[in-house]
């Protein structure tokens, strides 16, 4: 019973279903009654507030601060970036009246045609157009710059196939909109930007990225440069984690924003957009879980450890629950997330497979013989291992513990990534290794042509361009046309 | 030029326009392009995020987790609790297309009149519906409650007249949504977070709350009662400042939520829902401020001690930056938010008027002749004195300072409300009486109608029946009937 409820589609038999099944049975999300639409589950939500407090603390020490813009978009402001409503336009969902009103020739209820907008708004598939349209209230002299906004925000972009947290139609994220006096600046914040979510990616998350730069058939419609970190998931398929956009004066320009430089000349503003959502709760599930579940990084698990009690009898369960209270508060002290569970009514063997499940970094389990012997048990969820040690040394050990778990699910990830990344200089082999997965480092010419046609035959696309990387001229592997350096090819989620 | 610019419409002269010049001067919200939606300006912000962490770690101290719903509510789910729809269907905004495209006779772009939503799809102006659905597939048996979720999210009601913070189309709130197996059980929960709300406002934000419970004509659309905060605001103006519903088996019915009981049988989820929102900002600000601008209570300050250096020259200055740093160190130690302004391009008295404005509650101003004398000048923005003390015990000094604050502008409110609350047993001195704003104690019959004529004739409403009060029955002011208790009568935000 236990097995069935809780039990994964192998990861050899579906990646897909695998995902799946982990994302519904630990607890994270499930599909709502709108069609696109998820519900984030507490146990999912309390990992993403875990990646909220720590971004907004690393954007906060780096000057930014949060504020708040309206979730509503008037139509003509999509249109005023020519390509930002061209990316836009096509999935995007459209207020066009504003009350109901009974049917008066049924029962049901009815929207009521004489509350029709004027203008129809469009649910903010991302603000730039409407937080340009209020940056030009705000900006006047090179005094009032840079402003360096970001806002926590639900957006829209009505998906036609959607996969919880990946790809839905409302999703959570944050998006950065900062405003510059410079070109040099904006590209500046552009960057630093990039290196804060690396950062948080890697050190948190635990999963190593690739700094990049998109084609400009990726980029983002409105940017001038995007950038991005690329990540590289278990089953071979690449994952866009977090995109920096350098915007060069294209909004201030469909916006009119203008600023008097300290020479009392008028200048268009510079600009960055730049954001992360709940898509790297996918990423975060995806890349470390095994077919017992979800395998999570010790600085972003809710409960860091477990402690669960094997007891013969109810005397000796007291005794237990009295020395779990010492390690409890020792815990607390240094700041690390445990749960004790000492309820009766479920069997420790249920409880092992369910906090699997969940993903809690370690599992210490202490029986009425521990107790005797002055010893512990520890299990590691990342290797499944167990090794009983000494109770008097508990605490380090498991605070160390947890440091190592999560330096090794990194190297994990790091090494798969090293293992299927390889180097391919001629295309009939790209078309056969591509179905292996993972990235591809191959020569471009550079041009959208040569882009299109391999993402048309292959499936897979250019997944940035590397920054810091091997930067060895070529020649491409398609049309044997001069190429700068190579650049990453990955099918993509 | 500062004055202009900084000034405030005297309260004396219009407190709404008052309110409205130092929402906007202040910083903290202006309206959009988007009619009756705000934008929340980064230091508005600010102090939302402190509002925001201390009641969600209230809600998480008392076994409440976070979650998230879509934002979208699909038609027919607001038509299945019958006084929810009455209460909703004339204040919404409707999704009812998802996609633009090209005017093919035109230049713009229109909505795609193929791409229609087969239902369409309400933004939520609160979300019982979308989540009673979910509780549905959630909810089997007694051990699975009880459920105890709360949402921070953005909510739309299309009101016609809008006023930054108090009323606004879209807001921010948390709604708190909680599933029980008995109606005892429920009812407990909705006056345990109806106690959360009042210790928040009153300890954190200094204003005094009067809990009650909601005549029949004021309960929320689908509660079987509601319970609330009132507050009453400078200007003798009541203000609702957070809710509190035990909703019965209403929603559970509605979406057909049953569970099994202890003994075998299905029963009917007893639910509550609960929630404050921005609006909270705007009795903030209306409750402690002045003609000089924002009082902030200490508490919810993003910055509580602001220091300014008055310097004669260069050097002096750098002994006074000196000498401010070790403060500086000092208060950070205690965990005070402290700013140093020390920029060059302002005047001492633009700094002074710009941080009063933004209602900082301490400033310190260190002059040359301070640092000569041991000594720094401490000003209260609360009562706007003046003293100047010895140096060496400014941490100290400022830190119980900190609290006075807090503690007086709180009691200067409780005196406020006490002074303008009267009772009154006569309906034509209650007709006077109200003129002057204030809460009315008076008797009431408890029927709808004579609570309809009183609003209709005097523009008051009963805000509640009070808990914990006055309970000597009476006489009903103006249909002689028997009356239970006096209730408080006002005319409200």
């Known amino acids: 019973m236990v097995k069935e409820i809780k039990e994964l589609t192998p990861k050899s038999v579906s990646s897909s279903r695998w995902y799946n099944d982990l994302v519904i049975k630990a607890d994270l999300a499930e599909n709502s009654a709108v069609r696109g639409c998820m519900v984030i589950k507490p146990y999912g939500y309390a990992i993403w507030e875990k990646i909220q407090r720590q971004l907004d603390e690393m954007f906060k020490e780096t000057g930014h601060v949060n504020a708040y813009f309206p979730l509503f978009i008037p139509k003509s402001f999509l249109n005023r970036e020519a390509s930002h409503i061209e990316g836009f336009a096509k999935e995007c969902a459209i207020v066009t009246h504003y009350r109901l009103k009974n049917d008066p020739i049924g029962k049901g209820i009815i929207v009521d045609s004489e509350a029709k907008l004027e203008e129809e708004l469009i649910i903010r598939p991302t603000s730039e157009s409407i937080i340009w349209n209020t940056y030009k209230k705000w900006i006047h002299s090179y005094r009032d710059l840079p402003i360096l906004i970001n806002q926590w925000a639900n957006v829209v972009r009505w998906e036609m196939r959607t996969r919880l947290f990946l790809r839905t139609a409302e999703f959570l994220w944050q998006e950065g909109h900062t405003a510059h006096t410079s070109k040099e600046e904006a590209i500046e914040e552009t960057l630093k930007i990039l290196d804060i979510y690396a950062n948080f990616v890697e050190q948190y998350m635990a999963i190593p990225v690739t700094k990049g730069v998109k084609t400009p058939c990726e980029r983002f419609a409105g940017a001038t440069d995007t950038y991005c970190i690329e990540t590289l998931m278990q089953d071979g398929k690449a994952l866009q984690a977090g995109t920096s956009h350098f915007l060069g004066q294209n909004f201030a320009k469909a916006f009119d924003v203008q600023f008097l430089n300290k020479k009392g000349k008028r200048e268009y503003v510079w600009a960055t957009s730049w954001g992360v959502s709940t898509r790297l709760m996918g990423a975060l599930i995806m890349m470390h879980s095994d077919d017992n579940g979800l395998v999570l990084p010790p600085k972003l698990a809710p409960c860091q450890i477990v402690i669960i009690p094997v007891s013969k009898d109810r005397t000796s369960l007291e005794d237990i629950n009295e020395k779990a209270t010492n390690i409890i508060n020792d815990f607390k002290n240094l700041d690390i997330n445990v749960k004790y569970d000492n309820t009766d009514n479920k069997k420790p063997g249920w409880k092992f497979a369910e906090y699997e499940l969940k993903g809690i970094p370690i599992r210490l389990t202490l029986g009425t013989r521990d107790l005797e012997n002055g010893t512990i048990e520890v299990s590691r969820r990342d290797t499944l291992t167990k090794e ?76 940035c361009i590397p920054l810091n990387g091997d930067i060895t001229p070529g020649i491409d592997m398609l049309t044997g046309m001069p190429s700068k350096q190579r650049v990453i090819f990955a099918r993509a989620y």
Do not use: C, P
């Not at 009939?428 to 993972?438: M, V």
């Open 388 to 463: 009983t040690i000494s109770i008097n040394n508990i605490t380090d050990y498991a605070n160390n513990l947890l440091n190592d778990i999560q330096q090794n699910i990194y190297q994990k990830a790091l090494d798969y990534r090293s293992a299927n990344t390889v180097y391919v200089d001629n295309y009939d082999e790209f078309k056969e290794r591509i179905e292996e997965g993972g990235f591809i480092m191959a020569h471009w010419d550079g041009t959208a042509k040569t882009e299109e046609q391999i993402k048309k035959e292959t499936k897979a696309t250019i997944r």
